[in-house]
């Protein structure tokens, strides 16, 4: 299995599982696409009822893929979450903007509006971009061995492309939570109501699919506006427009780095961010 994403069904459930465990599940837009792909071919089949996201390995995601022989920023892909021009070829905010609009924040609102429920079922990081997957899904199950993190600050940038910090977690623990870019374990997640279960690793996928089978035997229409009628308060209670002007924010900061610095990034990698979010 050399594929970036593997798509397979399981009764009801379709699973959905990123498939880079050598990189951690590191996520490039070949695995985007491919991710987008697989969420279009579950919401297509009527037999599927819920779709269940995973990671390969040990780590369900570190990230963007900032760093990985993969990596692949500077590849064109047939465009799909929006008509903003391909980035390729641009530069400053003109490449910057129009790629993180279709791969970061477009892709993960058009996930989040998959008409069906979608479980992320998460082990292990959880980090940066990883919390942007497992937060357009519906539930999130986690093992204890799971930990969630935004170490972004570091570059200067609040908040990764898809904000959703005040609205999964409250505003008060999101503040502490990107300035000090700190691990956020599992059961504490589950204090927060960030996520919905904790389980023990071992039991992850039993408990996962336990929980999709439940789902999986309600009335698909029954499922599309409950989900719908959900999302919709999300976005009354501000979710949409907030990610909105916070993605200005995210933009003036990449530029601030590119204008002062050596790159939209502050100079920092996978390496650097990991190294220092340990302690
Ligand atoms: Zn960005």
């Known amino acids: 299995m050399t ?31 491919a991710l987008d792909d697989a969420f279009y071919r579950a919401a297509a089949d009527d037999d599927v009822k819920v779709v269940v996201l995973a990671g390969a390995g040990k780590h ?16 064109s892909f047939d465009r799909r ?13 003109e490449n910057r903007y129009a790629r993180e609009s279709e791969v970061y924040l477009g892709m993960c609102r058009r996930w989040r509006e998959l008409p069906k429920p979608t479980i992320a079922m998460v082990q292990g990081a959880c980090i940066a971009g990883g919390l942007m997957l497992a937060w357009c899904c519906d539930l999130i199950v986690a ?17 990764v492309e898809y904000f959703a910090h005040p609205w999964v977690m409250g505003p008060r623990f999101a503040k502490e939570f ?30 996962t699919f336990a ?17 719908k009628a959900v999302n919709q308060a999300e976005d009354l209670m501000g979710l949409r427009a907030g990610m909105d002007s916070v993605f200005g924010l995210h933009h003036a900061a990449h530029a601030h780095n590119a204008e ?20």
């Open 260 to 279: 002062v610095g050596r790159d939209s990034l502050a100079g920092q990698n996978a390496r650097t961010l990991r190294d220092e979010g340990k302690h």
């Open 60 to 75: 369900f995601s570190a990230g963007h893929d900032i760093g990985t022989p993969g990596r692949d920023v500077d590849s």
């Open 211 to 227: 929980l999709a089978e439940k789902i999986g035997a309600m009335p698909r229409l029954g499922l599309a506006l409950t989900k």
């Open 178 to 207: 990107l300035f000090t870019g700190d691990r956020v374990g599992a059961e504490r997640a589950l204090a927060l109501g960030m996520i919905n279960r904790v389980v023990p690793r071992a039991e992850l996928e039993t408990e």
């Open 143 to 159: 093992s204890d061995d799971a930990f969630f993190a935004d170490p972004v600050v570091r570059m200067g940038i609040p908040g």
């Open 81 to 93: 979450a929006g008509l903003w021009w391909d980035h390729v070829g641009k530069e400053g905010v």
């Open 3 to 33: 594929d970036v994403v593997h798509y397979e069904r399981r009764g009801a459930a379709a699973v959905v599982t990123m498939n880079r465990p050598d990189y951690r599940n590191a996520q490039n837009s070949a695995m985007t696409y």
